[in-house]
């Protein structure tokens, strides 16, 4: 018998996701929350002059890594149908070069205000590793939009260090490192696994509940210690 649940809160996902790692946690996370009766609404950043995934090049891999150090923007258009005052924002994307990707650094500079404001906003970072300028960064511009920024959730690669990192760079390049007869053995995959994808799922239904009973700040603060707490058991080793 299937479970039916009271709608009793609403959440608001606005992503950016360059590589579809971020679409696809997105994806699972607003699937648990929409079985436990929360109503959800997504809504994907899209530029204004498409970005490709892989760049197919060493040079524009270089240059896109020097750039998004420098926390380049990328123009995105005004996102549409923001209209319901959620109880809780998500904003989810990706790190580039260790701050918040082009598209989400335009989207707070033109347009964070005007949607953010006086809103709950829970950072959703999906990175190779290193998320914590991301994070501390992320924060800072949210509360100069007047948002109050929640506790981050936070997914990494379960690759260790260095293939995590060879293997993101050699992917974004064109190469397929997982298909590499030396590499595979270290670097199975490219970015998060299966079972962190469908754990999202689960994640989705655990914030669903705590919204209800707890609220949005105890509801996010939980969530996140949660995911810090289990992200050690993704890890694979070699």
């Known amino acids: 018998m299937e479970k039916t649940h009271a709608t009793k809160s609403a959440v608001l996902i606005i992503y950016y996701s360059f590589s579809a ?30 970005l490709r995934f892989p760049l197919r090049s060493l040079l524009l891999t270089f240059k896109m890594m020097l750039t998004t150090f420098f926390r380049k923007r990328v123009a995105i258009e005004e996102p549409a149908g923001i209209e319901q005052k959620p109880d809780l924002i998500i904003l989810a994307g990706p790190t580039w070069s260790y701050n918040p990707s082009g598209p989400i650094l335009f989207f707070l500079d033109r347009f964070g205000q005007k949607y953010l404001a006086d809103r709950p906003v829970m950072p959703m970072i999906s990175c190779r590793g290193y998320w914590r300028m ?54 199975p995959r490219f970015g998060h696994s299966h079972e962190q994808i469908n754990r999202a799922e689960g994640y989705g239904k655990f914030l669903a509940e705590t919204l209800q009973e707890e609220g949005v700040a105890p509801a996010c603060r939980r969530l996140a210690e949660l995911v810090n707490k289990e992200r050690a058991s993704f890890m694979t080793h070699d």
Do not use: D, M
Not at 136 to 160: D, E, Q, S, V
């Open 21 to 50: 790692q971020t679409a696809s946690l997105v994806k699972s996370l607003a699937k648990g929350l929409a079985e436990w009766g929360t109503a959800v609404e997504k809504i994907r950043l899209s530029p204004t002059t498409p």
């Open 134 to 187: 991301h994070a501390a960064g992320l924060a800072r511009l949210l509360k100069r939009c007047g948002a109050r920024p929640a506790a981050p959730l936070i997914f990494t690669h379960p690759n260790p260090e260095p293939w995590r990192t060879i293997g993101v760079f050699l992917k974004i390049t064109g190469r397929t490192p997982e298909k590499s007869r030396f590499l595979k053995k270290h670097y």
